[in-house]
């Protein structure tokens, strides 16, 4: 009775174990469905509202696309490296943003609607170009050629 009791707890053991392993990896292949970084141009920004909109290229159709989303307060945006605010972002800026989709409840007709949350922005901004020093002309200057017409 005791090598029965063993295999039981063994085989119900090794059920469970099989149970959880299965839920985890599905529970990971639905985050990773749903968890997305994208890269692209920001095309709208809206600081009062915590919405912006970057444009992107689809990779399954090779095309643009824009995907909007919603900013928390709480989320970390880093401009070249150092913390901003949504207020900072402009639009033109370079983007990678990690977001989060979230699908409603599924319609009668047409497609569930999809509501998009940043959990990070990276705003990449090139170098402002550079003012050149106003130079007053010197004195021992060369005169201006001028060409007269008759």
Known sequence: MKKNTGRIIGIATALVLAVVAYRIVRWQIHENKYNRTVEGTIVFVDADRSVATI????????????????????????????????????????????????LGPKRTSGPRE?????????????????????????????????????
Do not use: H, Y
């Open 114 to 150: 999809k509501t998009v949350t940043a959990e990070w922005v990276r705003i990449t901004r090139g170098s402002e170009p550079a003012k050149l020093p106003q130079i007053a002309p010197a004195a021992s200057a060369a005169p201006a050629i001028t060409t007269a017409r008759s």
């Open 55 to 102: 444009e992107v290229i689809d990779p399954r159709r090779e095309d643009q696309l824009e995907i909007t989303g919603n900013i928390p307060s709480f989320c970390p945006i880093t401009i070249n490296g150092q913390p901003g605010r949504l207020s900072d972002v402009r639009i033109g800026d370079r983007a990678e943003v990690k977001g989060r989709m979230k």
